[in-house]
């Protein structure tokens, strides 16, 4: 920073607080691991929410005729269990693992962005409580979690429950943004010397894929949620057919937009099933340049294929088997990573604990998705297919079966990580194969169903459907998986109780995480570490396996156990939340990124701001000047204070630079 | 930056999409023929491409440390940039007054909108400037100032939308008072602040400078598609031309 | 250990229910009514063979990957903790392009029956032959019914949709409101029905039945229940079904029951409700009046202060309902959801929303939203008497509404009945939805008022909204009974 000191002086109303106890040091915290925490217990709340309203669906469907609850009930409750597990769920644990990770794996203190990243976490949270604050005034989203328009339009949508989905998926999206922008930014600065792209973890690169897929992706949703609410609050004519506006083109940019979704939602289980094969297979990922590749062009070719959601709209025969065409050229790099998957286990000393257990089901399950997928890619059986339960089994399969065993497989993988402790690997099992079983018991019959004939988001169905049996077969696998769940949160709150156990790399593991201490410590890497190899971890510790000069340990490995700066300095306080508690910033003397509450209030003012579009003007102008401030009072403090002695490695943006990203 | 900018470039291409998937598809009219005036337009568009000549300038002057230079050419970057504004709002009065609103046709939805989110990006980059004028002065940026500057703005924004009744319960008296007020404390903040030339070591914040500039070109060329598309190409579509299409789309199936 | 411990109880329950899996799911084979299987038209025979192609190709990539999968998983386990380091290998290249490949002979397998499929289908609905003289169908859809128009026929019914055996047909889909989905599993595929586009689809029936259809695209509250049926009939069959629908039903006669039906039925229902479109003239304007009420429906909906969305005014009681013409001659209602017999009609004119939640009778018509209209049980029952009369009479029976009376008067009174006039105008003072007729004669001349009726919107009353009544009237209701209609309003008082 240069001398001429560019900030003055602000009266800041709300210093810094010193504190790294308590709620207030979480509130305002700019650490990554904090804000990855709480990414990931919000995300998981939202998951119980999304998979309640999920058992009450099924309860309804379990017998014909039922009448548990009504159809505007049941259309709220697809609607917002859609909108839920994906935006609310599956994409931010996504993000919590970002943030755990991406600084861990790359070797580096934090993100690019500090302030930008909370603003990111809380943004996301005010969107999640807003969209499901709706349940409050009765008027969830109920049109859809792809909310066709024009049944979203006013004279069919009367009620606020299409506003608050659509300004609150706006609010998710800006989070999403803001979050995609600082891990790119992340990934390409911050990288420990010598990893160059073709060695970074698998896992970083599906990261770096998946946020460029969402600066590309997002803005396009953003556009159609601007215009259709242009279209419910201020009467303009996007979507109304009788001013000529047509219906199609909404499914166009939401499709244009939602097929990526479909990959920045299985990218991310992708790079951690890559983590985790080699590890629990002690051999190198197969064919790393191939997988990474495929990665790269699945995600590019994502966005040609989004028309294979509308196959039955009617967009002519040429459109169709364009789409179909480049739809099954999709499955030829999915296909390589599944094989490649299969030889990192092949010749391997496969060691059957949960998360390698969850990562063989990722690739067993996604397998059937994608072969389902392949039904549907031909538009004349798509024809069939299209809007039943053979869809909704398929994108389960990939989206259950697939994304959530991955992230599951993480939670496990990296929980040692996380809280110095494993998940208890019994309780862990049973886990396992609960939600398996639970998991192919709901969704493998209804592609039976669906091909029987019946379509999705129908409340209830006659008794001489023949649909009956098949229904109730899913709902009491629903509730398996729902007991699965329940065992998690068992084993979470025993593993809790139990003594931290400090191993630093329980599994043997091949990338940078595994190098530091369990928990790890506030500042990451004591010393950045240098990178020479491809797994460079494993490289140090085997370097004759893979011919590797052996070479000092990087600095940045576990001492010996006992050894003074590996543990704790209050040991029983670790907090079984996943971050570390460690002591104050002065003690190790590594220069981090100061707390801040800006990010909050500024996230909290856009939120407001957003909400209040529905309502009194009066209430947008208040919104706006409470976001003002948090903007404002961001640029105006500085990132840290006093202002850094030496150079920090970690880059740390001045004020504008993250003011860029807003 | 790059990054936030190739999100930017899908938000735009999915707006002028939308204009161009929409183009010849209104019902009714005003139709663009009889309403687009492409040499005032031509003028504006000039207008903002000096300002992008000015910007240049401007970044130049800082990276050679001349303070007072690139403070002048960020303010007349700025400048430009309000022009230009102004001859928007001018705009959107006229096609106002000609029945031309978001909500009578579709060409109308697609104009505001596409127009309005780009005047929004240019009003953006306005108080950016302003704020990077405010960064290079001997001080720095005093917090008062900004705080002043913004208020100010914000007053003069409650106030147009006010009088353009998007506020519908603010009344055109209160609409006034709040545009005077805003605009009185803004000019007080700006001579508050930048009455005191000196000489000054501005070169460091070149970088930052740059980012703003990428933005404000960004903006410039943003505007160059949509002036080609909306104000060149389109600007003879008429009802027939519309009708054809409409019918088009319909015979053909 | 522990790791041993659990998962032998594990490996029992997992393989048990690996055995059950496949019992269960046999049992369950699809093979209902509304299933794509078991097809009775040559699309869905194509459509259900590729579709069997695509399923034995995957189960033979499944098997395969799968199998290797759990090979690997078992053969390559970890034995001992202290078991040799194995080989680093990183890959080779020369396998990952062989599997980079393999997979695209499968696909071109699969991508050249689909494309020839697609532009097959697109020509007619057998072996990519453009047919020679389809059926024009012409669907659409609404929230939550469907109307099928028989083009050049003049014929037009609701929610069951009558064809020849072993002729294409050819429909056109539209949507008056927002987009369905038009979907007959044993015919072929569906294809979305959008407001302002015009999609076209063929569907055949090799083979006599009733087939199940069912919207497949979310439209709303009552979705789940928007289902039609599509019946098929041998040829001359289907020649005379058209001419039934074609022929009035037969005059009431002895049956005050049903004849006090009409009359409320005139009141209180017709003014959504068609019922008289066997008169080709009525036939051939049921599209714009259906229209018409979605226009008003959409133009109900107004923006308070705060900018809160209502529906509000007279407005509300207008919405495109079915067309109830020749109603009792269907097998089904409410969009094809219950078996029609009068007591289900008493069930469902009784509360409507206890069958068919959501729908817009419920919602909008004064009946059930205004006290002083309620129907008693003594009225369900003349409604009910009154719906299971309408359905074609016999074949030697002419036109006999307005002719068998002489007296104009009540002739007009007849014509006003018929064409639902009395639902939107009392006789009386009293506003309904249209101002009410009383002294009419005093206030305007015999011209005056027919050209209020032919042509509603030259002279609106102040304070009633424009373009309400249908513009129709003029081309539907014949001179001799226009007349009549113009004497009997002139007898108001």
């Known amino acids: ?662 | ?253 | 250990m522990q790791i041993l411990r659990s998962s032998s109880a594990l490996k029992r329950f997992a393989l048990l229910l690996t055995l059950l899996a496949p019992a269960i799911l046999a049992a369950c084979a699809p093979g209902g009514d509304q299933s794509t299987f078991d097809s009775a038209g040559p699309i869905a025979k194509d459509q259900e063979n590729i579709f069997i192609f695509i399923f034995w190709l995957a189960v033979v990539v499944f098997v395969v990957v799968e199998a290797a999968l759990i090979y690997s998983i078992f053969r390559f386990r970890q034995t001992r903790p202290d078991a040799e380091m194995p080989t680093q290998t990183h890959g080779n290249f020369k396998l990952e392009i062989a599997w980079t490949i393999a997979p695209v002979f499968v696909l071109v397998a699969i991508a050249v029956p689909t494309v020839t499929l697609i532009f097959d289908h697109e020509k007619g609905p057998v072996d990519g032959r453009v047919p020679e003289n389809p059926l024009e169908i012409n669907a659409v859809a609404h929230q939550w019914w469907f109307e099928f128009e028989y083009p050049g026929q003049d014929v037009i019914t609701a929610n069951e949709l009558h064809i020849p055996i072993d002729r294409a047909v050819r429909v056109s889909l539209d949507s008056d409101d927002v987009i369905h989905s038009f979907w007959v599993p044993k015919l072929a595929g569906k294809v979305d029905m959008i407001p302002g586009d015009d999609n076209v689809m063929f569907i055949q029936a090799d083979r006599v039945g009733t087939f199940i259809g069912q919207c497949a695209e979310f439209c709303g509250e009552a979705h789940a229940n928007m289902r039609f049926r599509v019946v098929s009939h041998e040829p001359d069959d289907y020649e005379d079904w058209l001419d039934s629908m074609r022929r009035a039903p037969a005059p009431i006669v002895d049956n005050p029951l049903a004849e006090a039906g009409r009359t409320l039925f005139a009141q209180n229902c017709s003014t959504c409700h068609s019922t008289r479109t066997y008169e080709p003239l009525r036939a051939q304007g049921e599209r714009e009046v259906q229209l018409g009420r979605q226009t008003l429906f959409r133009k109900a909906v107004k923006r308070d202060e705060e900018g809160i969305k209502t529906r509000e005014g007279d407005l509300v009681t207008l919405i495109s309902a079915p067309n109830l013409t020749h109603l009792a001659a269907r097998q089904t209602f409410a969009a094809g959801i219950i078996e029609l017999t009068e007591e289900n009609l008493k069930k469902w004119i009784r509360d409507p929303d206890d069958i068919k939640q959501g729908n817009r009778m419920k919602d909008l018509a004064p009946i059930y939203n205004d006290p002083a209209l309620w129907l008693s049980d003594e009225e369900v029952d003349q409604l009910a008497a009154y719906l299971m009369t309408l359905k074609p009479g016999p074949e030697e029976a002419v036109e006999t509404a307005g002719t068998v009376e002489v007296d104009p008067i009540a002739q007009g009174r007849e014509v006003f009945l018929n064409n639902g006039c009395s639902a939107c105008h009392s006789t009386g003072a009293d506003r309904v939805v249209g101002p009410g007729l009383s002294g009419l004669a005093d206030k305007s001349s015999t011209d005056m008022i027919r050209e209020s009726i032919t042509d509603p919107g030259a002279v609106v009353t102040d304070g009633f909204p424009d373009g309400v009544m249908p513009g129709n009237f003029g081309s539907v209701i014949s001179d001799n009974d226009l007349n009549a209609l113009i004497q009997y309003l002139e007898t108001l008082k």
Request: proline share 6%; with cysteine; glycine share 10%.
């Open chain 2, 1 to 253: 930056m790059w990054t936030f900018l190739g999100s930017e470039c899908m938000f735009f291409g999915s707006l002028i999409a939308t204009f161009l998937v929409y183009r010849n598809q209104s019902t009714t009219g005003p139709f663009p023929d009889e309403i687009i005036d492409v040499p005032i337009t031509t003028v504006s568009t000039f207008v903002l491409l000096m300002s992008s000549l000015a910007m240049v300038l401007a970044l130049n002057a800082v990276q050679r440390n001349q303070a007072n230079l690139g403070r002048f050419w960020i303010l007349m970057t700025a400048l430009l940039g309000t022009i230009f504004l102004g001859f928007q709002a001018f705009e959107f009065n006229e096609f106002f007054n000609e029945g031309l609103t978001p909500r009578v046709n579709l060409f109308g939805t697609t104009f505001f909108v596409l127009t309005g989110f780009h005047g929004a990006h240019v009003t953006v980059g306005v108080i950016w400037l302003l704020v990077m004028a405010g960064v290079i002065t001997p001080k720095g940026l005093s917090a008062w100032t900004l705080l002043g500057a913004v208020l100010g703005a914000y007053a003069i924004l409650v106030g147009i939308l006010g009088l353009l009744d998007v506020i519908r319960n603010l009344s055109d008296v209160g609409a006034v008072i709040f545009i005077a007020a805003g605009a009185v404390v803004m000019v007080a903040a700006g001579l508050k602040h930048f009455s005191i030339p000196t000489k000054l070591n501005v070169a460091s914040q070149a970088g930052n400078l740059e980012v703003t500039a990428l933005y404000w070109h960004f903006v410039d060329i943003v505007w160059i598609v949509i002036f080609t598309v909306v104000y060149l190409v389109s600007a003879n579509d008429s009802i027939e031309t519309s009708e054809a299409i409409i019918s088009g789309l319909h015979g053909g199936g």
């Open chain 1, 1 to 662: 920073m240069a001398e001429e000191a560019v900030i003055s002086k602000f009266p800041n109303p709300f210093p810094r607080p010193k504190t790294n106890r308590g709620w207030i040091s979480w509130v305002m915290t700019v650490d990554h691991k904090r804000i990855g925490t709480m990414y990931g217990i919000t995300a998981f709340v939202f998951f119980l929410v999304g998979g309640i309203e999920a058992l009450i669906m099924r309860l309804q469907l379990a017998r014909a005729d039922s009448d548990l609850v009504s159809p505007e009930v049941f259309n709220q409750l697809f609607t917002m269990h859609g909108t839920t597990m994906i935006f609310l769920v599956v994409m931010p644990i996504g993000a919590a693992f970002f943030n755990w990770m991406i600084p861990l794996m790359i070797g580096a203190r934090d993100v690019a962005f500090p302030r930008l990243n909370a603003f990111s976490y809380w943004l996301f949270l005010s969107g999640g409580l807003f969209i499901n604050l709706s349940f409050a005034f009765n008027a969830a989203p109920n049109a859809g979690w792809f909310g066709y328009a024009n049944l979203t339009e006013v004279p069919y949508s009367l009620g606020d429950n299409t506003t608050f989905w659509l300004i609150g998926l706006q609010l998710l999206g800006v989070a999403s943004l803001a979050a995609a922008f600082n891990f790119i930014i992340t990934i390409i600065n911050l990288r420990a010397p010598g990893m160059s792209f073709m060695k970074m973890p698998v896992f970083i690169w599906m990261s770096l894929i998946v946020q460029i897929l969402l600066v590309l992706a997002f803005p396009v949703i953003t556009v159609a949620l601007i215009e259709l609410q242009f279209d419910r609050l201020y009467g303009t004519n996007f979507f109304n057919p009788v001013a000529g506006g047509e219906p199609v083109f909404w499914q166009h940019m939401f499709w244009l937009f939602g097929h990526p979704e479909v990959y920045i939602l299985i990218l991310p289980a992708m790079g951690i099933v890559s983590e985790v094969l080699p590890t629990f297979s002690r051999k190198p990922l197969y064919g790393y340049p191939f997988v990474v590749m495929a990665g790269a062009s699945i995600a590019f070719m994502g966005f040609f294929v989004w028309s294979h959601h509308m196959f039955t709209v009617g967009l002519g025969p040429a459109a169709n088997a364009a789409f179909a065409l480049s739809t099954m050229a999709i499955a030829i790099p999915t296909g390589v990573k599944i094989f490649n998957w299969i030889g990192t286990v092949w010749g391997g000393q496969v060691r059957l604990q949960t998360p390698m257990l969850f990562s063989l089901a990722f690739v067993a399950l996604f397998i059937v998705g994608g072969l389902s997928g392949i039904a549907h890619a031909s538009p004349p059986t798509d024809a069939q297919q299209q809007d039943t339960y053979f869809i909704v089994a398929h994108f389960h399969y990939v989206l259950f079966g697939g994304s959530m065993f991955g992230l599951f497989a993480g939670v496990y993988y990296w929980w040692p990580k996380f809280t110095g402790k494993r998940l208890g690997e019994t309780l862990g099992k049973w886990h396992f194969w609960l939600m398996f079983i639970g998991m192919n018991i709901t969704f493998f019959p209804m592609h039976w169903v669906g091909l029987d004939g019946m379509p999705r988001r129908i409340f209830t169905y006659p008794a001489d459907s023949g649909w009956e049996t098949i229904n109730s077969w899913s709902t009491i696998g629903a509730f398996i998986i729902a007991l699965s769940i329940l065992l998690f949160i068992v084993n979470y709150f025993r593993t809790w109780r139990r003594e931290p156990t400090y191993e630093a790399d329980p599994w043997d593991g091949r990338t940078l995480e595994w190098s530091i201490p369990s928990p790890v410590p506030v500042y990451n890497f004591k010393e950045i570490p240098t990178v020479e190899y491809l797994d460079d971890w494993w490289a140090q510790k085997y370097p004759e396996s893979v011919n590797a000069e052996p070479r000092e340990r990087s600095p940045g490995q576990p001492a010996p156990a006992g050894a003074e700066d590996m543990l704790p300095l209050n040991g029983q306080d670790v907090s079984s939340y996943g971050a570390s508690s460690y002591g104050d910033d002065e003690d190790h003397g590594i220069h981090l990124p100061d707390k801040s509450y800006y990010p909050l209030i500024a996230a909290v003012g856009f939120a407001f701001f957003g909400g209040s579009l529905m309502s009194a003007w009066w209430l947008t102008l208040i919104a706006g000047f409470i976001m003002m401030f948090g903007i404002m009072g961001w640029i105006f403090e500085p990132v840290n204070d006093p202002p850094p002695e030496e150079e920090n490695p970690g880059g740390h943006p001045e004020g504008y630079s993250a003011e860029a990203g807003h």
